[in-house]
């Protein structure tokens, strides 16, 4: 019985990487490279698996980088992708988001040398840079890149994977990544080479979705049913133990983990005031047990 499971297993396999190119099966966790895998939904072409030892959740199969970097290249991104929602905003509420994350960050480093990983339209590069601190970026996307320039006239801002981008040697007091991990195939190795960056006593701070979230269903099935293939944009979930999983693996000190919310831009003064009372309100309700109540999860680390 139990032979004649793994062999329509493998010929499931089979038949969604016939049809779907540019995709690879993921056969190991690539946090802890265990094998022991649960598959958490189940759609025709791809699903989530969670692994059982580190607790991570990720899509599988999933694009290979090739792909990724011709769906994260495309011009048509600015005008159909999530950044298209940068475009209807106000800026200054935009803003508000950045100087919120930024206020967390100066807890910890008040100055230097600050990276930006993944600076989509530079909206934290810029309130970073009005902070005092010298600022770069990276983007996987020249498209993204070259509206950063524009947008916060930064000019140093490193085009690739990070594992591909040669720094001459530079390292960094602040190393930041605002979902950003989610998005990317590789995280440990990503976070590995995080650690090479920072300097000694520097802080890296991620923020990404909390898939512990109490909502009406995972964020994960959201995707599958909202979104079709070529858009399915995270590729990794976090719980806050799978985080701090992935974090000390890589070799981090984990300073501080924090719920917070992930909340889209106010459309209007009223509803941004509405919001500030609403952050302390949930902290009281969703005391002791945050990582239901919260959106997204900041953790800060040091090497």
């Known amino acids: 019985m139990e032979g004649s499971l793994v062999n329509a297993f493998e010929e499931s396999k089979k038949n969604f990487m016939n049809e779907l190119t540019g995709y690879e099966w993921i056969k190991s966790c690539k946090i802890c490279t265990g094998d022991r895998l649960i598959q958490v939904t189940h759609s025709p072409m791809v699903n989530f698996h969670q692994c059982e030892n580190c607790y991570v959740i990720f899509l599988n199969p999933q694009p290979s980088v090739a792909t990724l970097k011709q769906q994260y290249t495309q011009q048509e991104l600015l005008n159909t992708g999530p950044a298209s929602a940068w475009f209807k905003h106000n800026k200054f509420y935009l803003k508000e988001i950045s100087r919120e994350r930024l206020r967390d960050v100066l807890r ?131 719980s806050g133990k799978a985080l701090q999983n992935a974090c000390t693996k890589a070799g981090f000190k984990i300073v501080n983990l924090n719920f917070v919310d992930a909340h889209q831009p106010s459309k209007n003064m009223f509803k941004h005031f509405l919001r500030k009372i609403k952050r302390p309100s949930k902290q009281i309700v969703y005391m002791g047990r945050q990582n239901k109540g919260f959106s997204a999860m900041r953790i800060f680390s040091t090497v």
């Open 108 to 238: 910890y480093k008040e100055h230097g040398d600050l990276l930006d990983v993944g600076c989509g339209m530079g909206d934290f590069c810029g309130v970073a840079r009005e902070a005092g601190f010298n600022v770069f970026g990276t983007e996987f996307s020249d498209v993204y890149a070259d509206q950063t320039r524009k947008t916060v006239d930064i000019t140093e801002i490193y085009i690739g994977r990070l594992q591909e981008i040669d720094f001459s040697g530079r390292k960094f007091d602040v190393i930041s990544l605002w979902h950003v991990l989610e998005h990317l195939p590789d995280p440990l190795e990503t976070l590995v080479c995080l650690r090479k960056l920072v300097r000694t006593g520097g802080i890296v701070v991620i923020e990404v979705p909390n898939v512990d979230q109490k909502r009406k269903r995972p964020m994960y099935l959201s995707d599958l049913e909202d979104y079709p293939i070529d858009r399915l944009e995270h590729l990794f979930y976090y």
